[in-house]
Protein backbone atom coordinates (compact mmCIF):
# COMPACT_ATOMS: atom_id res chain seq x y z
CA UNK A 1 0.00 0.00 0.00
CA UNK A 2 2.99 2.42 0.27
CA UNK A 3 3.89 1.44 -2.77
CA UNK A 4 1.51 0.06 -5.41
CA UNK A 5 3.67 -2.75 -7.73
CA UNK A 6 0.84 -1.99 -10.57
CA UNK A 7 1.39 0.23 -13.32
CA UNK A 8 -0.93 3.27 -13.68
CA UNK A 9 -3.33 3.61 -15.61
CA UNK A 10 -3.72 5.74 -18.63
CA UNK A 11 -5.36 9.04 -17.46
CA UNK A 12 -4.55 8.64 -13.96
CA UNK A 13 -2.75 11.67 -12.32
CA UNK A 14 0.16 11.02 -10.67
CA UNK A 15 2.79 12.05 -7.68
CA UNK A 16 6.34 11.93 -8.92
CA UNK A 17 9.68 13.69 -8.10
CA UNK A 18 11.93 14.48 -11.34
CA UNK A 19 15.75 12.77 -11.09
CA UNK A 20 16.89 13.65 -14.25
CA UNK A 21 16.41 16.48 -17.12
CA UNK A 22 17.67 16.19 -20.17
CA UNK A 23 17.45 18.45 -23.47
CA UNK A 24 14.45 16.87 -24.34
CA UNK A 25 12.98 15.03 -21.74
CA UNK A 26 12.98 14.32 -18.27
CA UNK A 27 12.84 11.33 -16.15
CA UNK A 28 10.64 11.03 -13.16
CA UNK A 29 9.94 8.26 -10.28
CA UNK A 30 6.59 7.84 -9.32
CA UNK A 31 6.01 8.27 -5.45
CA UNK A 32 3.14 6.62 -5.31
CA UNK A 33 4.49 3.30 -6.86
CA UNK A 34 7.38 0.47 -6.47
CA UNK A 35 9.91 0.42 -9.51
CA UNK A 36 8.12 2.74 -11.82
CA UNK A 37 9.69 5.37 -13.87
CA UNK A 38 8.56 8.32 -15.53
CA UNK A 39 9.16 9.72 -18.91
CA UNK A 40 7.62 13.10 -19.93
CA UNK A 41 9.05 14.68 -23.56
CA UNK A 42 9.47 18.35 -23.58
CA UNK A 43 6.56 18.74 -25.50
CA UNK A 44 4.27 17.52 -22.47
CA UNK A 45 5.97 20.36 -20.05
CA UNK A 46 3.49 23.03 -20.60
CA UNK A 47 0.81 24.46 -22.88
CA UNK A 48 3.32 27.34 -24.07
CA UNK A 49 6.64 26.68 -26.13
CA UNK A 50 9.51 25.99 -23.89
CA UNK A 51 12.97 26.60 -24.92
CA UNK A 52 13.94 25.15 -22.16
CA UNK A 53 13.02 22.53 -20.13
CA UNK A 54 14.81 23.17 -16.58
CA UNK A 55 13.17 26.29 -16.96
CA UNK A 56 10.36 23.91 -15.45
CA UNK A 57 11.34 20.87 -14.37
CA UNK A 58 13.62 20.77 -11.46
CA UNK A 59 15.46 17.55 -10.26
CA UNK A 60 14.45 16.42 -6.63
CA UNK A 61 11.00 18.87 -6.91
CA UNK A 62 7.41 17.01 -6.85
CA UNK A 63 5.17 17.44 -9.69
CA UNK A 64 1.42 15.91 -10.24
CA UNK A 65 1.33 14.67 -13.95
CA UNK A 66 -1.42 12.94 -16.11
CA UNK A 67 -0.16 9.62 -17.35
CA UNK A 68 -0.30 9.32 -21.40
CA UNK A 69 1.27 5.58 -21.93
CA UNK A 70 1.90 3.04 -20.20
CA UNK A 71 4.82 0.58 -21.49
CA UNK A 72 4.20 -2.65 -19.03
CA UNK A 73 7.48 -4.70 -20.29
CA UNK A 74 9.50 -1.69 -19.80
CA UNK A 75 7.73 -0.92 -16.09
CA UNK A 76 7.90 2.77 -17.69
CA UNK A 77 4.86 5.28 -17.89
CA UNK A 78 5.02 8.68 -20.28
CA UNK A 79 3.65 11.26 -18.58
CA UNK A 80 2.47 15.03 -19.14
CA UNK A 81 2.57 17.99 -16.84
CA UNK A 82 0.66 20.35 -19.46
CA UNK A 83 -2.36 18.23 -19.26
CA UNK A 84 -2.78 18.64 -16.13
CA UNK A 85 -5.37 21.01 -14.44
CA UNK A 86 -5.13 23.47 -11.28
CA UNK A 87 -8.06 21.53 -9.76
CA UNK A 88 -6.60 18.41 -10.50
CA UNK A 89 -3.49 19.16 -9.06
CA UNK A 90 -5.22 20.42 -6.42
CA UNK A 91 -7.33 17.60 -5.64
CA UNK A 92 -4.30 15.24 -6.08
CA UNK A 93 -1.76 16.70 -3.98
CA UNK A 94 -4.45 16.81 -1.03
CA UNK A 95 -5.41 13.12 -2.07
CA UNK A 96 -1.78 12.05 -1.48
CA UNK A 97 -0.62 14.54 1.63
CA UNK A 98 -3.64 12.59 3.91
CA UNK A 99 -2.00 9.24 2.20
CA UNK A 100 1.58 10.05 3.34
CA UNK A 101 -0.13 11.29 6.26
CA UNK A 102 -2.02 7.98 7.39
CA UNK A 103 1.04 5.94 6.48
CA UNK A 104 3.25 7.60 8.60
CA UNK A 105 0.60 7.52 11.84
CA UNK A 106 0.85 3.48 11.11
CA UNK A 107 4.37 3.65 11.28
CA UNK A 108 4.19 5.42 14.51
CA UNK A 109 1.86 2.23 15.46
CA UNK A 110 4.43 -0.19 14.22
CA UNK A 111 7.40 1.49 16.07
CA UNK A 112 5.39 1.36 18.97
CA UNK A 113 4.16 -2.12 19.39
CA UNK A 114 6.93 -3.47 17.08
CA UNK A 115 4.40 -5.02 14.03
CA UNK A 116 5.22 -4.90 10.84
CA UNK A 117 3.45 -2.20 9.49
CA UNK A 118 2.44 -3.85 5.66
CA UNK A 119 0.61 -6.20 8.06
CA UNK A 120 -1.30 -3.11 9.53
CA UNK A 121 -1.93 -2.64 5.78
CA UNK A 122 -3.15 -5.03 4.74
CA UNK A 123 -5.68 -5.93 7.26
CA UNK A 124 -7.30 -2.55 6.96
CA UNK A 125 -7.58 -2.93 3.08
CA UNK A 126 -11.01 -4.53 3.51
CA UNK A 127 -12.08 -1.27 4.76
CA UNK A 128 -10.82 0.44 2.31
CA UNK A 129 -12.71 -1.23 -0.43
CA UNK A 130 -15.94 -1.48 1.12
CA UNK A 131 -16.14 1.58 3.05
CA UNK A 132 -13.80 4.19 3.59
CA UNK A 133 -12.03 4.57 0.31
CA UNK A 134 -8.85 5.98 1.61
CA UNK A 135 -6.54 5.51 4.84
CA UNK A 136 -6.82 8.52 5.87
CA UNK A 137 -10.69 8.69 6.57
CA UNK A 138 -9.73 5.42 8.26
CA UNK A 139 -8.04 7.56 11.21
CA UNK A 140 -10.45 10.18 11.13
CA UNK A 141 -13.24 7.68 12.34
CA UNK A 142 -10.78 5.97 14.38
CA UNK A 143 -10.10 9.82 16.17
CA UNK A 144 -13.90 10.43 16.37
CA UNK A 145 -15.62 6.99 16.90
CA UNK A 146 -12.88 4.88 18.90
CA UNK A 147 -12.39 1.32 17.90
CA UNK A 148 -15.63 0.21 16.67
CA UNK A 149 -14.53 1.15 13.24
CA UNK A 150 -11.98 -1.61 13.23
CA UNK A 151 -14.05 -4.04 15.69
CA UNK A 152 -14.03 -6.57 12.66
CA UNK A 153 -10.37 -6.48 11.24
CA UNK A 154 -7.83 -9.13 12.19
CA UNK A 155 -5.49 -7.10 14.12
CA UNK A 156 -3.93 -8.10 17.62
CA UNK A 157 -6.09 -6.25 20.07
CA UNK A 158 -2.92 -4.20 21.24
CA UNK A 159 -3.20 -3.40 17.70
CA UNK A 160 -6.52 -1.70 17.49
CA UNK A 161 -6.11 0.17 20.65
CA UNK A 162 -2.98 2.05 19.68
CA UNK A 163 -4.60 2.69 16.08
CA UNK A 164 -7.14 4.76 18.17
CA UNK A 165 -4.87 5.97 20.65
CA UNK A 166 -2.43 7.42 17.69
CA UNK A 167 -5.49 8.82 15.46
CA UNK A 168 -6.83 10.94 18.98
CA UNK A 169 -3.65 12.08 19.69
CA UNK A 170 -2.39 12.85 16.10
CA UNK A 171 -6.06 14.03 14.44
CA UNK A 172 -8.36 16.78 15.06
CA UNK A 173 -11.60 16.63 14.89
CA UNK A 174 -13.10 20.16 13.00
CA UNK A 175 -16.41 20.96 15.62
CA UNK A 176 -19.33 22.62 13.63
CA UNK A 177 -20.63 25.27 14.60
CA UNK A 178 -24.24 27.19 14.22
CA UNK A 179 -24.73 31.23 15.51
CA UNK A 180 -27.20 33.30 15.58
CA UNK A 181 -28.24 36.27 17.60
CA UNK A 182 -31.49 36.26 19.35
CA UNK A 183 -33.37 39.75 21.32
CA UNK A 184 -36.62 38.79 23.90
CA UNK A 185 -38.34 41.85 25.28
CA UNK A 186 -41.07 41.97 28.12
CA UNK A 187 -43.13 44.14 28.87
CA UNK A 188 -43.72 42.38 32.52
CA UNK A 189 -42.68 43.80 35.72
CA UNK A 190 -40.98 40.93 36.49
CA UNK A 191 -39.30 41.63 32.65
CA UNK A 192 -35.61 40.42 33.48
CA UNK A 193 -36.47 37.24 35.64
CA UNK A 194 -39.22 36.65 32.92
CA UNK A 195 -36.44 36.78 29.69
CA UNK A 196 -33.98 34.53 32.40
CA UNK A 197 -36.41 31.50 32.76
CA UNK A 198 -37.23 31.53 29.11
CA UNK A 199 -33.56 31.65 28.07
CA UNK A 200 -32.84 28.95 30.98
CA UNK A 201 -36.44 26.68 29.82
CA UNK A 202 -35.03 26.89 25.74
CA UNK A 203 -31.71 25.44 27.11
CA UNK A 204 -32.98 22.93 29.19
CA UNK A 205 -34.89 21.70 26.57
CA UNK A 206 -32.04 20.47 24.59
CA UNK A 207 -31.01 17.63 27.25
CA UNK A 208 -32.27 14.89 25.09
CA UNK A 209 -28.90 16.19 22.93
CA UNK A 210 -26.77 16.71 26.15
CA UNK A 211 -23.04 15.34 25.37
CA UNK A 212 -23.65 15.92 21.44
CA UNK A 213 -23.56 19.94 21.20
CA UNK A 214 -21.82 22.62 23.51
CA UNK A 215 -24.28 25.75 24.33
CA UNK A 216 -22.67 29.18 24.91
CA UNK A 217 -24.92 32.13 25.55
CA UNK A 218 -23.97 35.67 25.48
CA UNK A 219 -25.50 39.09 26.65
CA UNK A 220 -24.65 41.55 23.75
CA UNK A 221 -26.94 44.19 25.31
CA UNK A 222 -29.80 46.16 24.94
CA UNK A 223 -32.06 42.90 25.06
CA UNK A 224 -29.97 41.05 22.24
CA UNK A 225 -28.21 38.11 23.02
CA UNK A 226 -25.36 35.63 20.90
CA UNK A 227 -25.84 31.73 21.19
CA UNK A 228 -23.01 29.18 19.61
CA UNK A 229 -23.84 25.77 19.65
CA UNK A 230 -20.84 23.61 18.34
CA UNK A 231 -21.26 19.73 17.81
CA UNK A 232 -19.31 17.00 15.94
CA UNK A 233 -21.35 17.73 13.17
CA UNK A 234 -23.39 20.53 11.45
CA UNK A 235 -26.68 18.66 11.44
CA UNK A 236 -26.33 17.87 15.51
CA UNK A 237 -25.38 21.95 15.96
CA UNK A 238 -28.76 22.93 13.32
CA UNK A 239 -30.96 20.19 15.02
CA UNK A 240 -30.22 21.87 18.41
CA UNK A 241 -30.32 25.67 16.72
CA UNK A 242 -33.40 25.12 15.56
CA UNK A 243 -34.94 23.63 18.47
CA UNK A 244 -33.73 26.43 21.15
CA UNK A 245 -35.15 29.32 18.79
CA UNK A 246 -38.57 27.41 18.80
CA UNK A 247 -38.93 26.64 22.02
CA UNK A 248 -38.30 30.78 22.67
CA UNK A 249 -40.63 31.41 20.04
CA UNK A 250 -43.09 29.87 21.82
CA UNK A 251 -42.49 31.04 24.95
CA UNK A 252 -42.06 34.17 24.17
CA UNK A 253 -45.61 34.03 22.27
CA UNK A 254 -47.13 32.38 26.24
CA UNK A 255 -45.40 35.47 27.81
CA UNK A 256 -46.69 37.94 25.36
CA UNK A 257 -42.76 39.14 24.33
CA UNK A 258 -41.24 40.08 21.63
CA UNK A 259 -38.58 37.41 19.99
CA UNK A 260 -36.23 37.39 17.01
CA UNK A 261 -33.39 35.73 15.67
CA UNK A 262 -31.18 35.32 13.13
CA UNK A 263 -28.26 33.53 12.42
CA UNK A 264 -24.86 35.10 11.90
CA UNK A 265 -21.71 33.93 10.84
Not at 7 to 34: M, Q, R
Not at 65 to 89: G, H, N
Not at 151 to 168: F, H
Request: proline fraction near 2%; aromatic fraction near 8%; charged fraction near 30%.
Amino acid sequence: MAEEETLPSIGSLVVCTATKVLEHGAYFKLDEYKNIEGYMPIGEVSSTRVFDINDVIKVGHRYVCKVIRVFPAKMQVDISLKRVTEKEKRDKLIEWKRKQRALKLIEIVSNKIKYEKEKIIKELKPLLEHKFGELFSIFEALAKEGESVIEGVNLPIEIKKELVSVAKEHIKIPKAEVRGEFSLTSFHRSGVNVIKDMINKAESNLKDLRGLINTEISYLGGGRYLLVITADNYKVAEEAFNKFMSTLSNLSNQQKAIFSFKKVQ
